[in-house]
Nanobody, 119 residues
Framework: QVQLVESGGGLVQPGGSLRLSCAAS????????MGWYRQVPGKERELVAT???????NYADSVKGRFTISRDNAKNTVDLQMNSLKPEDTAVYYC?????????????WGQGTQVTVSS
């Protein structure tokens, strides 16, 4: 059984910062890509940022220069530092990871954490 547990969401004023964290636990042999996605009601879930096991990163255009994704391979964690937050960043943020065990792999999702940017 594999679990992804997110933390760090909350309410912040425009221009503020938040840091999201996600920890993977359970039966894990290896973790390939890890990332963060977000979703608002009535819209599809969208990519925010991803990071490979080697450290290569990819960002949505809307967050480039404001968000930074990082991971700790030893701890099986991935973080998202969000700066200069805007009201349009308000969403439920989900952690995602491709996890392998016993020669099998698939994508897992966390339960989501709410981020609200409002004055």
């Amino acid at each position: 059984q594999v679990q992804l547990v997110e933390s760090g969401g909350g309410l912040v004023q425009p221009g503020g910062s938040l840091r999201l964290s996600c920890a993977a636990s359970g039966r894990i042999f290896s973790i390939n890509d890890m990332g963060w996605y977000r979703q608002v009601p009535g819209k599809e879930r969208e990519l925010v940022a991803t990071v490979t096991s080697g450290g290569s990163t990819n960002y949505a255009d809307s967050v480039k220069g404001r968000f930074t994704i990082s991971r700790d391979n030893a701890k099986n964690t991935v973080d998202l530092q969000m700066n200069s937050l805007k009201p349009e960043d308000t969403a439920v943020y989900y952690c995602n990871a491709y996890i392998s065990y016993d020669y099998r792999g698939r994508y897992y999702w966390g339960q989501g954490t709410q981020v609200t940017v409002s004055s």
